[in-house]
DNA sequence: TGCAAACTTTAGCCAAAGCTAAAATATTTC
DNA sequence: GAAATATTTTAGCTTTGGCTAAAGTTTGCA
């Protein structure tokens, strides 16, 4: 799209600039296609990136079911029958009807892909433009579909190449690998041991602010004091020496890893 | 789309989190779209903005003719035909048969939206990214469909609300004002006027290129030395006094104000 | 003025993605 | 192991925004 887009100036009155713009050259449909199958690869549309990632958070290496998908991405069960069809002509799932849809390599990489994207724009959103946990989302959501790699490298380079998010979520590298995660909810910690906070599932926005008022965000260090048996409650000691007793949904959304 | 994207985390094998999904609430598309056009009122479609902004490029106030945004476009002209139609219905342009569409007010704001979204990511790729002049335009056209208004702003402020972006045009204000550019060709200076260097109008990589490499960027101040009759030779001395001669077609895409 | 060239519109198609309703297949339960 | 329930697929429609070919207008030039 947009061959020769001519932007430049023309401010109200003055339209001008029309002579700066060359043959059109009409591209008919498949020409068009053909160009972007062999170049590019990428432009995806933005429904078929849904669905990829969507597959790949439901169901990882799995197989996703019609129902799950259309849970996740709101949308009536006949229609994803209809897109995982078209994704496995595509090549990015292995498809069998009444069984779900698991990503095929190309699939996965595309998946990856786009979560590097995903992290690296809230990271950049978070950081960089004062964004808030509620306002992060659905932004990013909408940019990762419409950046280049170019784009991605870039950012990458501006924000100085994390290594995760602000969530504690791993970016993925630009060759398409995710550093597995061996950190556990707080919750199944065992007392006395020293842990680093990785990441906090995101969703309860309440939550992350609770924590973020805190300092119990990714990165941040802690001894496990106690877990009390009785209700479950987590008791933990930060680096200044501060005391926080964590409860129900707070020790199962906050994951550390142990260092010690 | 996406009423509910659970991202956060479930790194290669881990799925899980489909626990914090809930319920999907399926929307059938007259109720999305009515929410869409009350609640919001911009999710137009990319190519909605295309056709505003060719047209506000193309005829400003004017009318813009069928065949002109089929160029600009790279569209047939059936299908422009088709989608003037479409935006009279919507509201955005003013549309006699055979005889063009000019944008009405709506539209008009419409399109100074999307120039100022348009010209503060190219300032922000370009400035902090590291974009170059070829690369730049194609990313922020496929960016400024893509971002919020909450996105634009709070990009605006990153960049410390500039004026104007790196070409020199100006850049909306918040409200859709643009202001009048008063500029001319450096053709049409005189002979010991001292202007300002407002804007290049961009398309040709190399003479942007060529003008950065000698400092000829907007905001800088030169005294005009000699208007060539013969060859219509511009003959400038900047700041520094370094001279420079300009001749054909640089003295028709470097725009000066007059300042003394 | 009158016709040929240029431009625009109409008509009829196509593909992507959605939807609903009804039919088919799996799974669960008694 | 058979019915009841849940899930999935099929069939048929819709909207958006393209395209081509053919028909209709306007305009420029002799």
């Known amino acids: 799209m947009a061959l ?15 002579s700066s713009i060359g043959k059109p050259l009409m591209l008919n ?19 078929t990136g849904d669905y990829i990632k969507a597959i790949w958070t439901i169901a990882g290496d799995g197989a996703a079911l019609t129902k799950e998908v259309s849970g996740h991405l709101a949308v009536a069960p006949a229609s994803v029958t209809n897109m ?49 946990w509620e306002e992060v989302h659905d932004e990013a959501e909408k940019l990762e579909h419409a950046v280049s790699d170019v784009f991605t490298e870039r950012l990458s380079e501006f924000l100085g190449h994390p290594g995760h998010d602000p969530h504690g979520d791993p970016i993925p590298t630009r060759e398409g690998i ?10 199944e910690a065992e007392a006395g041991q020293k842990v680093r906070i990785s990441k906090v599932s ?48 707070l020790v199962k959304s906050v994951f550390a890893q142990r260092i010690g």
Chains 1, 2 share one sequence.
């Open 84 to 132: 995982l069809g078209r994704l496995q002509t595509m090549g990015f799932v292995e498809y069998e009807r009444y069984h779900g849809a698991s990503l095929t390599e190309r699939g996965h990489e595309e998946a990856l892909r786009l979560v590097r994207r995903h992290r690296l724009i809230e990271t950049f959103l978070l950081e960089h433009l004062g964004y808030t």
């Open 202 to 249: 995101d969703e309860s926005i309440p939550m992350l602010d609770y924590l973020g008022e805190r300092g119990l965000v990714p990165g941040r260090v802690l001894t496990v004091r106690e877990i009390r048996d009785i209700d479950g409650v987590v008791v933990v000691e930060d680096a200044d020496g501060g005391i926080h007793h964590l409860g129900g949904p």
């Open 4 to 18: 020769n887009q001519s932007d430049s100036g023309s401010p109200e009155g003055s339209p001008a600039a029309s």
């Open 178 to 187: 995710l550093q597995p995660d061996d950190s556990k909810p707080l919750g």
């Open 29 to 47: 449909a498949s020409i068009r296609r053909a160009m972007t199958d062999s170049a590019q690869a990428h432009p995806l549309s933005v429904s």
